[in-house]
């Protein structure tokens, strides 16, 4: 059995989908496995790891570690897996999980494998797969000279299993890092949005050129508003200022997979395709019937926006309420 | 002071990728090789850095073919950068070796102070070279970042995590700083950049040189695929009336995605 360590990262208390959808995966091939939660409320959260298979948990609750800092992140992180004696390293590929792993994997002398897709596991070894050049191609993840292979899952690709409440989760607790002088959080400034990030949204309603000007993104707040979705953006739209940058879905923007994605005036240009053609359906409204954003949709309305995302817009909200 | 830029090359967005016959890597015959975009946000904060405090020297460095590389380099130089450092290797290297490659030859170097990078390439979307780098050089990192200020010792940089929230640091002393979108807006080479760019110094290395070979990497890609092909579009017709009413319905009883 491969004792595997999974970060879990969690929100109010719980801990997030895409951590559980790794504990299910872990379990389910048979794993030893170790949790590690970070932060203040880990301790409330943690006994939720062991009913997702966790056999230990490690606790860093500490309100120095309110924010995330790598310097003294990585240090018990590092030191805490390595004490596990694990051969797999298992987290969601997080805005966070991203920048602070790959540094530990730098203090592990191993390697790391970032924003996988897939993965499955062939006996003890798992098998990961990612999408690369922008998601025009997929291929499968081997690692060399690696002690611990680490893999960075993207969210919403694997099942979760049923929690269960019997077994025994031994919780321990880690006393917290020493912040190091050199890298301080001095501000965390919150979005203007508390909508689900893009990376993580189920449902994306995003607008392009044919928007014509940033007030008209109001009709796709409407629209968004009625399907709980997040709101994205062209590079087009996100360079003339309309919306921030943080928005833009894209080659050099967010890489998205939402179950549905509905594009309103955007022409579907390579770099946008390549941040969203992952997404499981995609709508497009467009008025020009032979723009490329088609040839990547499942369902398409040759129409004025303008006309037919208000009119979309009412019909869902009659037949969802 | 003196501030390295990593660049890479990596293939043109709008190229179409092939791949290989044996199913483990993709066909280079026909790409157009471009600079990482991320990197070239990074090279412009390295020359604004520049501008904005007298006495500093911006060197770009990169890894991989040596042919290919120098002209991301050459591209470096004529935007601004002073001089440039070539580590020549074959393709393919992974983060773990390419950071190492690049710290090795950064210590050789009289000092540093900062590292920019971009945050990410749009090749491999690995997102791990400047972390592995800022480890190996015993430096803080921060990435995704899309504000720098700062002079003398104390630097600030925001880094944008989600739902466009920015964290920002307090930096002082030498740090690796990975550049996002919105950080600046890149300037262009001009002409007579283009042609003081030849005549600037450019160290060449091997991967050997540094005490490293291609084996040392740690994560290496199989069993490319291609994603599978979408059925042709469903296009709606009809008044925008009936086209909402139907697309409804199609979203939620042939697509269940409502
Ligand atoms: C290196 C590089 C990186 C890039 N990265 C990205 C990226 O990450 N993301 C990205 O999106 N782009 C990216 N781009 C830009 C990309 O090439 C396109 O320029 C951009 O995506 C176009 O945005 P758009 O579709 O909104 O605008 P346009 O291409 O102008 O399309 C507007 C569309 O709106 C339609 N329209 C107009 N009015 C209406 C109406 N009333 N009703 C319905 N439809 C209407 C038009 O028919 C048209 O199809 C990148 C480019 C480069 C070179």
Redesign the pocket.
Known sequence: MAKTFIFCEFNNGKIKKGSLELLTAAKAAGAEITALLIGPGSTEAAPEAGHYGASATFVCDSESLKNYNPMAWSKVVSQTIKNSGCTVFLATSSMTAKDLFPRVAAQLETGIASDCTDLEFNGDTPIAKKPLYAGKCKAQVNFANSPIQMILMRPNQLPIGEPDTGGHCEIKTLSAPEIDDRLKITDVKKGNTDKVDLTEANVIVS??????DADNFKLLDELAETLEATVG??????DAGWVPHSM??????KTVAPSLYIA?????????L??MSGSKVIVA????KD?P?FAKSNYGIV????E?VPKLNEELKSVLN | MRIFVCVKQVP???TKIKINSDGNGIDESSIKW?VN?YDEFAIEEALKLKESAGEIRVTAISIGPKKRVTDALRTAMAMGADDGIVIDSEDSLDPYLTAKALSEALKKEDSCDFIFTGKLA?DDNASSVSQYLAEFMGIPHVTVVSSFKGSGGSYTAEREVEGGTKEVYSISGPAVIAANKGLNTPRYASLPGIMKAKKKPLKELTLGDLGLSGADSKVTFSNFELPPEKPPVKFIEGEPAEQAKELVKLLREEAKVL
């Open positions: 607008g392009g050129r044919g928007m014509k953006a062209s590079r087009a739209v996100a833009q879905v894209g080659q050099t923007g309103c005036g955007i022409s579907g240009a390579i770099q946008h390549a941040g409204i467009n008025q020009d723009a954003i129409g004025d926006l303008f037919v | 043109d967005t709008e471009i975009p749009i």
